[in-house]
């Protein structure tokens, strides 16, 4: 609530929890307010709203002004160079990348109504999208891989063995590494330093006898990681809660990068940060690709899969429908795959009324 005689009024990200339609009665009431005299101190990474809604528009680029002109006289482009530093150079012109052997294979993955015989491989040096409306189970399906959310039914080959993972446990000591949707409830101990949350996956390899941790040799992994990522803190003793949230995003990928983790999976890494850490993940993602890993990455932004990805899966309704390659995609043909299994026959489904899994195994979807 606007307290009486309050003139000015600062918003520091706050859509970040809303709908499109609670966002636009906010826009409304600024805008009210705004006629009414108050001034109104705007803070969001969302470029678009930024245009839409402000007067004038300040960039600040590691706790500098880096230039302030009126909203009209900012181009999208010239947004982003202010903020990033540097032209975005197109990641859709990149050349094909050389692949090695598959190092994931999920064959008629199964759990409950959410993931229905899902079917997939990666190779290494691979970049693999998921895309899908919500609730598609894209997420479901990469907790039932990782273990967290153990599968009914299916098949998971790593490196070509298979192996049952009935933990995250399980899969963190088979190579496998996630990134949850949600960093702040499941990917940070947002009470604790930077240098506790990106050690704690490798604390077996930094113990010596007996169980001890070795204090150099954490420091020694901690400071390459943070430095490699660019994670920018005070200190590695700061709380992992005080940085902003690309940070907060690095400080987790350096957790299983520290740990050398074979197999990827990123569940909408890019979410809630800014454009100059969205393009420092990109490139990160390009490099590990070219490093040998094997990357599956969850995404609700089509045009981001379509730049980062090799190939992109589409989810509907539990279901894998469609794989795309590189080439053979465009956002009108995703946009359809996803929204499929919504719109076919019930009986097209081929689960009967339960809608639960049988328990077949079936051949991944091939690219297009």
Not at 55 to 60: A, C, N, S, Y
Not at 166 to 191: F, I, N, Y
Not at 279 to 300: H, N, P, R
Not at 326 to 347: H, K, M, V
Request: proline share 4%; hydrophobic share 40%; charged share 25%.
């Amino acid at each position: 609530a606007v307290g009486p005689g309050a003139r000015v009024l600062f918003f520091d990200e706050p859509t970040a929890a809303l709908t499109g339609n609670e966002a636009g009665r906010l826009f409304a009431q600024m805008a009210l307010l705004q006629a009414d005299g108050v001034g109104i101190i705007y803070i969001s990474h969302h470029l678009e709203e930024v245009r839409k809604i402000a007067t004038r528009i300040t960039v600040l680029r590691d706790g500098k002004g880096v230039a302030s002109r009126s909203a009209g006289g900012w181009t999208p482009g010239e947004l982003v160079r202010a903020m990033v530093g540097r032209d975005l150079t197109s990641l859709e012109d990149r050349p094909a990348r050389r692949l090695g052997a598959t190092a994931l294979r999920v064959d008629g993955l199964c759990r409950g109504t959410t993931v229905r015989e899902v079917s997939f491989e990666v190779r290494q040096g691979e970049i693999l999208g998921f895309a899908g409306l919500m609730g598609s189970g894209r997420t479901e399906t990469m907790r039932a891989v990782f273990g967290a959310d153990p599968p009914e039914a299916g098949e998971i080959r790593l490196k070509g063995e298979v192996t049952r993972i009935r933990s995250p446990r399980d899969a963190v000591r088979q190579g496998m590494a996630l990134l949850t949707e949600d960093r702040k409830r499941h990917g940070l101990l947002l009470p604790l330093s930077v240098r506790i949350n990106i050690a704690l996956a490798s604390l077996p390899r930094l113990s010596r006898c007996r169980g001890w941790l070795s204090p150099a040799a954490e420091r020694d992994g901690v400071v390459k990681w943070a430095e490699r990522l660019s994670v920018r803190c005070h200190s590695l003793e700061q709380r992992v809660a005080e940085l902003s949230g690309g940070n907060q995003q690095k400080a987790v990928m350096a957790r299983w990068l520290m740990r050398d983790c074979a197999v990827l999976l990123f569940d909408e890494p890019t979410r809630g940060i800014d454009v100059g850490a969205k393009f420092e993940i990109y490139t990160l993602l390009d490099e590990l690709a070219e490093a040998g890993k094997a990357i599956v990455m969850v995404s609700s932004d089509l045009r981001e899969l379509m730049a980062v990805c090799d190939r992109i899966a589409v989810m509907s309704a539990g279901r894998l429908v469609e794989t795309f390659a590189r080439g053979d995609w465009s956002e009108a043909g995703l946009l359809a795959a996803a929204l499929s299994g919504y719109t076919a026959p019930a009986d097209s489904l081929g689960s009967g009324d339960s809608g639960r899994c049988s328990g077949r195994r079936g051949d991944p979807q091939p690219g297009r």
